[in-house]
Every structure is written in structure tokens, then in C-alpha cells.
Nanobody, 123 residues
């Protein structure tokens, strides 16, 4: 499966962005999806994940309460709504997928990765 992340951009601190992860398969609903990010000079880190059942979601402490991961069955995407953004959220954001996967926080659980989308938050 091929993944396409989109929706990044430049936003001021306190603003919002919505990222989308689209898949090349119609059966994307069978996939657990995770969002990760990597800032320059830093390791890739977990952001949020949603199980294929859509019943389990998991967030990093850094984004909990500000970000929401959700699945749009009509658009066949998994979206990441990001609110109250801070400069510390600046990074390249990647989506990843695992068929019949849970809300994994570990990147090695995901065999499928999309290209990143850049999010820049100005102060």
C-alpha cells in the first residue's frame, strides 16, 4: 500500500492544521495508522495512532489534548487535527500503516510509510 501525507504548511503559534493520510487501497479501513514526526537533528518520534478497528487511539504526552486522530471513511483517509500548535511542533510529519494493526506507538510496527509533509509553526 502506498501512503500520501498532506496538509502541512506554515502556521502561527496557537493555530491549527489538519493533516491527511491517504492510501492507494480501498481497504484502508483495515489498517492501523500512526503519525510520527521528525524535527531537524532529532530522532523520529511518535505522535498519534489509531487502530484498524477505530476503537483504540493513542497519543504522545506532547500532543495529548491538542491533537486528534480520526478516520474518514468517505475520503479513505486518516486525519490528524492539530490545534494549539507551538514552535515545538515544527517537524516533518509522516503517516504509517499496518494492516489489521492496533494503535502502535513503535515505528518498527509499521511496514508502510508515506512521504512526509512539513509543518512549520512560527512564534
Amino acid at each position: 500500500v502506498q501512503l500520501q501525507a498532506s496538509g502541512g504548511g506554515l502556521v502561527q503559534a496557537g493555530g491549527s492544521l489538519r493533516l491527511s493520510c491517504a492510501a492507494s487501497v480501498r481497504t484502508f479501513s483495515r489498517y492501523g495508522v500512526g503519525w510520527f514526526r521528525q524535527a531537524p537533528g532529532k530522532k523520529r518520534e511518535f505522535v498519534a495512532a489509531l487502530s484498524f478497528t477505530n476503537e483504540s487511539s493513542y497519543y504522545s504526552d506532547a500532543v495529548k489534548g491538542r491533537f486528534t486522530i480520526s478516520r474518514d471513511y468517505d475520503k479513505n483517509t486518516v486525519d490528524l487535527q492539530m490545534n494549539s500548535l507551538t514552535p515545538e511542533d515544527t517537524a516533518t510529519y509522516y503517516c504509517a500503516a499496518d494492516e489489521y494493526g492496533s494503535s502502535w506507538a513503535h515505528d518498527w510496527k509499521y511496514p508502510h510509510w508515506g512521504q512526509g509533509t512539513q509543518v512549520t509553526v512560527s512564534s
